[in-house]
């Protein structure tokens, strides 16, 4: 939804409120873990989204601050079975307070076409987050699709119940890796159609494209722990 004041004209906590802080490096040690939930605490950003791993220390680090935990289920691929993505969430969901849960579709299905694979795949997690009152945020990997498949992601994403497209994992390696460009954006929200929320994520690294995404009526952004201080202009 497009904010009712660009986002040159906003607060630090306003814009903030667009983040959520990626900590997901594989090969992050506890230490750098804490660091930079810490670091995304302290900028007030919506989230910190993390791997199931890191639950257990990092739902301690934000309880009783704004900040919430994003949890990501079938990462990076997608390429579990529905019911193992659906164990997954059950399994985080009913243990934790998790305010999102990022889950990856199958884009291969989506790229061969199998549109209502898709769909079932997504409501089943959907279904499990609403269960306990999170929101369900589908990562269809923007990079390893076209323009129309962009639409078709999003149009099943939004049939399926889901609360937030989202476009990239960050984690891409099968080809050109773009992640959140504003037309890859444009393309998701006009394919929801008010419907569903956006979340726009995958190399935005410049206050410059933080805030088009901001102006252009993303609801979240996804943003590496190196580039949250430099899109909220505290680092060049």
């Known amino acids: 939804m497009k904010p009712a004041k660009k986002a040159a004209e906003m607060t630090l906590k306003e814009l903030a409120s667009y983040i959520d802080q990626s900590v997901l490096k594989p090969e992050f040690t506890q230490e750098d873990i804490k660091k930079y939930t810490q670091e995304g605490i302290d ?25 919430g935990i994003c949890v990501v289920c079938d990462f990076p691929f997608g390429l579990s079975t529905t019911e193992s993505k659906v164990n997954q969430a059950e399994n985080y969901l009913s243990k934790y307070k998790i305010a999102d849960l990022d889950v990856v579709a199958n884009y291969g299905q989506l790229r061969s076409g199998n549109l209502e694979y898709v769909i079932n795949d997504i409501k089943a997690v959907a279904e499990i987050c609403h269960k306990y009152g999170a929101n369900c945020k589908v990562i269809i990997e923007t990079d390893a699709l076209n323009k129309q498949q962009i639409i078709d992601g999003t149009k099943c994403a939004v049939a399926a119940g889901a609360d937030f497209i989202k476009s990239s994992t960050g984690f891409y390696t099968g080809g050109a890796v773009v992640g959140a460009t504003p037309e890859v954006v444009q393309t998701m929200i006009d394919a929801g159609a008010g419907k569903i929320k956006v979340k726009g994520s995958g190399c935005i690294r410049t206050q410059e494209h933080f805030f088009k995404l901001i102006d252009m009526g993303v609801d979240r952004i996804g943003i590496g722990y190196r580039s949250t201080p430099v899109v909220l202009g505290l680092k060049k």
Do not use: D, R
Not at 46 to 61: Q, R
């Open 43 to 67: 900028f007030g950003c919506a989230t910190i989204c993390i791997n199931p791993s890191s639950l257990e220390l990092v739902s301690k680090m934000v309880a009783g601050t704004s900040t």
